[in-house]
């Protein structure tokens, strides 16, 4: 069943099952961009926590932060500083001074003591080594996580505290406008500062506009700014609870970063085939974009899964492939290495005539297209070099150099491209917000000690309930009882962590289901049997 034919314009297919949700771009049926989050409760980057200072070290000019984890967060001091200010102003307001003439004769309290140094150190620029005079231990303090725990270490956090959207980011404590250095043009850079000052924000709040705002109309910015500041409103009244420590914003899901860029993008569809991530969608856009974009919404019910359905499943499997076709009978082969990565542009089997110079030219704006969408698709970052087909013409570079520039423009990732060089070669940096699908999908193998890759236990979980349903859907086997033969490590992860969605499955179809280990299969094998007759179902 192919549901894109004949569908032109954009579509966003959203898949979401017990252990992952994966969001699919469709351009007139054609992949463009692939996204998936697998759930976890370790603190990422974005997230904002009311914590609670711990201690301060002087010597690693650093303070650790209890905010609700396993390790206690670490804030150097230079993070500090944006949050000084409004420690300084909350010990000022809070502390009551003593009425005229009631001081004591010999001597200052604590609390007269704090309150002076309070107010000497507000009258001026403050310091790192001021640090320690306006933070004490026990104090809390609002927290925002810049890179997450890694290995023995906790999470690193700031107090500079700011919420990304897509074309803007809300800064609730710093009331000035920005526009981000990338934007270039005087006339550009103008319109969009006239823009930021005609929307309406709370007093005391700032904007900056983010890269992939230059060239877009208020109305994106509109819808974006309404997000940020709904966001802001649950945060606000997380904090009016009172509990220490706590996460009070949670970087958005997947889901939400979902809504929240079709409310900024001309998107012609959504497909959903779960009912509480369709109404949370629904309702979102609905809220902020009324009901004629709320309409675009559309429940997936069929048995065939979504991603099949949509031939989403066979376009990602060239993700993960060294050698990818382009039109016209050209390839590019795709390298990573620890230092950057190298894409390389072969002709293949193009046809050379009499204007090889055109047909070569033609190739390498087919394989540009290609690298932008490969790069996109596989959330790789870096720096990455092209070594496109050798090209005579000044011309034709300048024009592929135009056109890889406009390829990346929309990139989510920040992106800069160099000129071709005379080598033929062009070099280009990409920023990763994320993991790569690579590293998130992939462990290294046990078979090769990590010179190839094998799916995670995890992965294959995924794999088999989503096969597993399938199966139970099909009305041929609703009497048959189900046997799963699989890895013995893939067995461990469904009897252990995954066991009770396991049980979930069987009794919402009220199947008897049995599964084996096998040490003979591979990792990434599996096989259905009928329990009873041992015939293999697909």
């Known amino acids: 069943m192919n549901l894109f034919k004949n569908k032109p314009g954009k579509q966003l297919i959203v898949n979401c099952e017990k252990l992952e949700t994966s969001v699919a771009l469709l351009s007139t049926g054609k992949l463009e961009e692939y996204l998936m989050e697998r759930h976890s409760d370790v603190p990422v980057p974005g997230n904002i926590y009311l914590g609670k200072i711990v201690n301060l070290e002087q010597k690693l000019q650093a303070a650790f932060v209890d905010i609700g984890c396993e390790k206690n967060a670490f804030l150097h001091y230079s993070d500090m500083l944006t949050g000084a200010d409004e420690a300084l102003d909350k010990i000022i307001e809070s502390t009551p001074q003593p009425p005229a003439g009631k001081r004591k004769k010999r001597g200052r309290s604590k609390t007269e003591t704090l309150l002076d140094t309070a107010i000497k150190l507000r009258k001026r620029k403050l310091t790192v080594n001021d640090i320690p005079e306006v933070f004490k231990p026990g104090m809390e303090l609002l927290v925002q996580v810049t890179k997450g725990p890694i290995g023995t270490k906790g999470a690193r956090v700031t107090t500079d505290i700011s919420i990304a959207g897509r074309f803007l980011v809300l800064m ?78 949670r970087e958005p899901s997947l889901l939400e970063r979902t809504i929240r860029d079709f409310m900024t993008e001309e998107i012609d569809e959504i497909v959903v085939d779960n009912l509480d991530a369709y109404d949370q969608i629904y309702a979102a856009i609905k809220k902020f974009g009324g009901r004629k974009q709320a309409a675009k919404v559309t429940r997936y019910k069929q048995p065939q899964h979504i991603f099949e359905a949509y031939q989403i499943r066979e376009q990602l499997d060239l993700v ?43 190739t390498n704006c087919a394989a540009a297209e290609e690298i932008a969408r490969q790069l996109r698709l596989r959330n790789v970052g870096g720096l990455v070099v092209l070594d496109f087909i050798d090209m005579k013409s000044m011309h034709h570079r300048d024009e592929l150099y135009k056109l890889m520039k406009k390829l990346t423009r929309d990139d989510r990732a920040k992106t800069r491209v160099l000129p071709v060089s005379k080598l033929g070669l062009m070099e280009m940096t990409r920023q990763r917000e994320h993991e790569s699908i690579q590293d998130a999908v992939y462990v290294n193998c046990p078979y090769c000690r990590g010179s190839g890759l094998v799916k995670s236990p995890e992965s294959m979980s995924v794999e088999i309930q989503r096969r597993l349903a399938g199966i139970l859907r099909d009305k041929h086997y609703r009497k048959v009882p189900v046997r799963v033969s699989m890895h013995p490590e893939v067995l461990q992860r469904l009897k252990n962590q995954d066991a009770g969605l396991l049980d979930e499955l069987a009794a919402e179809f009220k199947h008897e289901l049995s599964f084996r280990a096998d040490e003979e299969l591979h990792m990434e094998e599996f096989h259905f049997f009928n329990a009873d007759t041992g015939v293999e179902i697909w």
């Open 320 to 362: 993960f492939q060294r050698k990818v076709p382009i039109a016209g009978g050209g390839y590019i082969c795709i390298d990573e290495t620890e230092a950057l990565i190298a894409i390389d542009v072969n002709s293949g089997r193009s046809k050379v005539g009499s204007d090889q110079a055109d047909l070569i030219f033609q």
């Open 172 to 249: 609730p404590y710093a009331d000035h406008l920005g526009l981000s250095t990338k934007i270039e043009g005087e006339t550009e850079r103008a319109r969009l500062r006239k823009v930021l000052e005609n929307l309406e924000r709370p007093e005391g709040m700032g904007l900056i506009c983010r890269t992939v705002g230059e060239g877009r109309k208020s109305i994106y910015f509109k819808h974006d700014l309404n997000i940020l500041l709904d966001y802001w409103e649950k945060i606000d009244e997380a904090l009016e609870k009172g509990a220490t420590p706590a996460l009070v914003y």
